[in-house]
């Protein structure tokens, strides 16, 4: 293992960093190819650049007038990235109990029609409850073809632009429910724009109400260096790696131990013909899948804010169409669900994430970019005998894979290329010119 002082001296993200006049990205003695597939621009680019705001996506023309030396003819399309999807849980005041209890018994008779009779998709069958909120349940239960049996029962309603959730003052109203009275929220963001959607949730005798909505996204700070992450199912859920400091941190639990019990539990279950404990178990492991993503993403998205860094991640979309597909499919574990997470808590801190090629990442050195295969979780090097982590070693070359930071990444068939991604989330997040 090399320490921090030796990763730093032989560092080669420095050299990726650098932007020649002409254009020219140094990175491994490669030059940046003009072909490109996407590219992502935040909102303000410089003088040069027309400075777009929200209410002025609607002018935009189809191609934005990038500068020459940030884009390639005919090739880029601008697009303008400012809002991410948040969602806040809030308690109920007592106050408004009463509305809620008189609305649950009359939509719980709703819905068990619903499910008896899925034909009747529209809201005109429900006279019992508003108008809102039964056209809500046919699109969360009665639509759902997966949805037996209502237990836990939600009752959702949907913003409509701004038509059915009201923002007013520090909270907001609620016409069909609440009347004229106000919901107080205390808003850990800002919200942009309108309510999308809120749902309202019975947890012992107290109700709470989960709040969708769009706030500003941060924007993308120029960052000073990249940090590789690499996504695993043995050993840690991903490990980090900076190659500016050396520093190197396996993150979240070991998946191995417990996937494996889960699939042993799982198929004795399946034998026994045990339908309803097995549903329970594969509905435990995905919120403990998801809870281990929220913590690991958070970890990733604070050390790159605090650090000014960019994220690197190894480009996973066709794995499953090559020789890892058997042990994709066997690891059992949601890589792009954290890809997921980091990418829209990414998008909140402002910083830069970017995919790059995946290939060889676990078999190349990061000092001198040979090709050795590693044995196990060690990998040491055959040409110049490097020796370190596998999991750190492919996280460093994972990082020096990319070029350059800024508005502009290539994709082609060389690893030592990079796709820079979308910060934020969704079509209606992501507003194409």
Known sequence: MTTPVERAKHSRSTAALERSNNGTQISRGRTAKQKVDVVCFPTKLNNSAANIGSNARKSLPKKANFPAEIRAKHDVDGKVVDVVTCCLQVKVPDSFKWALETIEPFARICVDRMMEHRERASSVFYPEIPCVIAK????????????????????????????????????????????????????????????????????????????????????????????????????????????QTGKVLHLGFNPAHTKEVWRRRKANLQSLGKRRLLHKIRNKQ????????????????????????????????????????????????????????????????????????????????????????????????????????????????????????????????????????????????????
């Not at 959702?156 to 919901?183: F, S, T, Y």
């Not at 919200?191 to 012992?204: A, D, N, Q, T």
């Not at 990082?399 to 990444?409: D, F, K, T, Y």
């Open 136 to 243: 809500s349940l046919i699109a969360k239960y009665q639509r759902n073809q997966k949805c037996k049996v209502v237990k836990n029962l939600v009752l959702p309603i949907c913003g409509d632009k701004g038509k059915q959730i009201k923002l007013e003052g520090n909270g907001i109203r609620i016409p069909a429910v609440l009347k004229k009275q106000v919901l107080p929220v205390v808003w850990l963001r800002k919200p942009l724009g309108f309510i999308r959607s809120i749902e309202f949730l019975r947890k012992g005798g107290d109700w709470f109400a989960c709040i969708c909505y769009n706030t500003q996204a941060e924007f993308n700070f120029t960052p000073i260096g990249t940090v590789g992450v690499d996504r695993n199912s043995v050993g840690a859920v991903a490990t980090l790696a900076d190659p």
């Open 286 to 433: 995905s919120r403990r899948t998801k809870y281990e993503n929220h913590l690991v993403s958070k970890q990733i998205v604070d050390y790159a804010a605090k650090h000014r860094r960019a994220i690197v991640l190894e480009k996973l979309e066709k794995v499953r169409r090559g020789r890892m597909r058997h042990y994709v499919e066997k690891s059992q574990w949601s890589f792009y669900q954290l890809f997921r997470f980091i990418q829209y808590k990414a998008a909140l801190r402002g910083v830069m994430v970017m995919e790059a090629d995946a290939a060889y990442s676990s078999q190349e050195c990061s000092r001198c970019h040979q090709i050795s295969k590693p044995n196990g979780k060690s990998f040491r090097c055959g040409y110049c005998g490097h020796h370190d982590h596998r999991d750190a070693n492919a996280a460093f070359s994972l990082s020096e894979r990319v070029m350059p930071i800024g508005g502009l990444a290539t994709e082609s068939e060389s690893r030592g290329s990079a796709l820079l991604v979308m910060p934020s989330l969704g079509t209606e997040a992501q507003q194409c010119a």
